[in-house]
């Protein structure tokens, strides 16, 4: 008898083979329970993995124990000084067989609810989308500046969203975001085509004139499908009572529409004038352009001028939150345990003036997981859905987490919903067209990134052509690429070299490609960063094969990547790195 077979009858005959066995049953069973009570008490995941790890390090403990020690029923001893007793023995494994057949039968069992709940989740989600189709369905169109010199947009449109935002807080409409609907802007379109295109039932229009500290608004709410008003009202008012507009017109619609809101009544709040007016001024400039440094700045300026003079208004203190946030991530502008305090002390003092607005317990949330408090950003979260449920902005926000956490079907339903009730953001189809690249369905993908409009039309002209390689339309992906500017242009041709196999020519350019002029206004547009830089290489050495340098360049990337974890976890070109150990 070889030393082996010797080595393995002392294992069977001390039972660490069904020891360690039962060990693994048992441990299923713990990890299924775990799973499906966790959620209960919304408990973070992370619990859950430590667990795993628990149960993994103690597996091989609890070998050594069964080899070492023997568990009689009553008594543990060494077992080199335990007789071997057949009968003992006999009743031992049968006990063992036992334990592994019944826990393993708990498991499974377990295994099959936990399923089925987890499709009952899609299926609510999915459930959720479908009844997106109901009656009660709303868009807000811009609302017309009626001053001389056609200069008070901002208050028009600041109008127009703010009672966007009282609506947005009801459970059970359908209300598109005015990113969508504010790009029927000047347009000869019709109510009936504009409220068929964005599937709505109902459409919000009106006019506004700001003169001194007054204002006036005519708004009326129209029956796309009759094309009657149902409702008008013209509101001539102090500025300082604006949010008596709102929560009138939120009031009424509701009453038309059947819709249940938020108990809030704002009616009896004022606003400063100056502080209102600098608040929808800095918020026009982030709606626009708030990923540009220059906007930032001066948004962030206007807004603590706001707050100067009024630092009771909760949506200011929200917008002082994005502001600082983002020079304090985006832009290195404050140093970044300052800059996440400053934030959050601005989010907190919003939800205690409104603590039905989504937006203070967003950015506690975000806030929360860049300073790596995972608890706090757990628990903001689940609060800000709670508040937001039928708002994109809260959709997106939840689909980031999901994807920060790596879980890309979870986000899928959110991102999802998200462009839903967003039709025409360009973010969100760019977005859901990178879901269905991820999930190999490039013709849906195709479909989302047709409903990109012009502002991103190089990227959309991207991602186009990266589907058309992805499909093997090689002759189409090289008209698209062609349109592209340098950079963009350079990153996509090397991909569809590497998709032609033409891998020698590919590696050339790719060495032309690390050494794009950082000077070059095409670097600094689609780059910005040596950290984005990187990652796109990494990307390149991941499709060409080339695993060590795809992952050098993702760690020379790891500054922006620990920010954008988002997007690391939805990069289908990375997919090959995934199953490297």
């Known amino acids: 008898m070889s030393q082996f077979e010797k080595y393995w009858k002392e294992l069977q005959r001390r039972h660490v083979v069904k020891a360690g066995i039962a060990y693994l049953a048992i441990a299923w069973v713990i990890t299924e329970v775990a799973t499906a009570v966790l959620p209960l008490f919304k408990i973070p995941e992370v619990f859950l993995k430590w667990l795993v790890v628990l149960l993994a390090v103690g597996f091989p403990i609890w070998l050594i124990l069964a080899w070492v020690y023997d568990f009689s029923w009553g008594s543990i001893q060494k077992t080199e000084d335990v007789p071997f007793d057949a009968e003992v023995s006999r009743k031992k494994n049968l006990g063992l067989n036992r334990v592994i057949i019944g826990g393993l039968a708990i498991a499974v069992i377990l295994l099959l609810v936990n399923t089925f709940r987890l499709s009952d989740k899609v299926d609510t989600l999915e459930d959720e989308f479908l009844a997106m189709n109901f009656t009660n369905s709303l868009a807000i169109l811009p609302f017309e500046d009626l001053s001389p010199k056609q200069d008070q947009r901002y208050f028009s449109d600041g109008l127009a969203r703010s009672i966007y935002s009282r609506l947005a807080r009801s459970k059970n409409l359908k209300l598109i975001s005015p990113t969508s609907s504010f790009q029927y802007r000047d347009k000869e379109v019709s109510i009936e085509v504009i409220a068929e295109e964005l599937d709505v039932s109902y459409v919000l229009e009106g006019s506004v004139q700001l003169f001194d500290n007054r204002y006036r608004a005519s708004i009326n709410l129209v029956d796309s499908q009759e094309g009657t008003t149902i409702w008008s009202k013209t509101f001539d008012d102090s500025l300082e009572n604006v949010l008596n507009t709102y929560d009138e017109v939120a009031e009424n619609v509701g009453a038309f529409l059947d819709i249940t809101l938020t108990s809030t009544d704002v009616r009896k709040k004022k606003v400063d004038p100056e502080a209102y007016l600098l608040y929808l001024k800095a918020d026009e400039l982030l709606t626009k352009e708030a990923f540009s440094k220059n906007s930032v700045i001066t948004a962030d300026s206007l807004i603590k001028r706001s707050l100067v003079i009024d630092a009771d208004y909760s949506p200011s203190q929200s917008k002082l939150a994005q502001t600082t946030f983002h020079k304090t991530i985006y832009w ?243 997919i090959p790195l995934h199953d490297d150990p």
Request: hydrophobic share 35%; glycine share 4%; net charge negative.
């Open 332 to 574: 290195g502008l404050l140093e970044r345990p300052l800059g996440l305090a400053i934030a959050k002390e601005a989010a907190y003092k919003a939800i205690d003036l409104d603590p039905e607005d989504p937006w203070g317990y967003i950015w506690i949330s975000n806030l929360s997981w860049h300073d790596r408090d995972f608890s706090t950003y757990q628990e903001f979260l689940d609060k800000s859905i709670e508040k937001g449920q039928n708002h994109p902005d809260v959709a997106m926000y939840q689909g980031w987490c999901y994807r920060r956490t790596n879980r890309v079907e979870d986000a899928y339903f959110y991102d999802k919903k998200a462009a839903i009730l967003d039709p025409k953001n360009n973010e969100y189809n760019a977005q859901m067209a990178n879901h269905e690249m991820y999930r190999g369905t490039p013709e849906e993908a195709t479909r989302w990134l047709n409903n990109m409009n012009s502002e991103w039309l190089e990227w959309k002209t991207l991602d186009l052509a990266m589907l058309k390689i992805f499909r093997g339309d090689f002759q189409g992906a090289e008209i698209a690429i062609s349109s592209l500017p340098p950079y963009l242009k350079d990153y996509a041709h090397i991909q569809l070299l590497v998709k032609n196999r033409k891998l020698e020519q590919a590696q050339l350019e790719l060495q032309g490609f690390i050494g794009f002029d950082k000077k070059d206004s095409n670097y600094l547009n689609y780059a910005a960063t040596e950290y984005v830089h990187y990652w796109w290489i990494a990307d390149l050495y991941s499709v060409l094969g080339d695993k060590d340098k795809a992952f050098s360049y993702l760690n020379q990337a790891y500054p922006e990547i620990k920010d954008y974890i988002e997007s690391f976890f939805m990069d289908y070109d990375l």
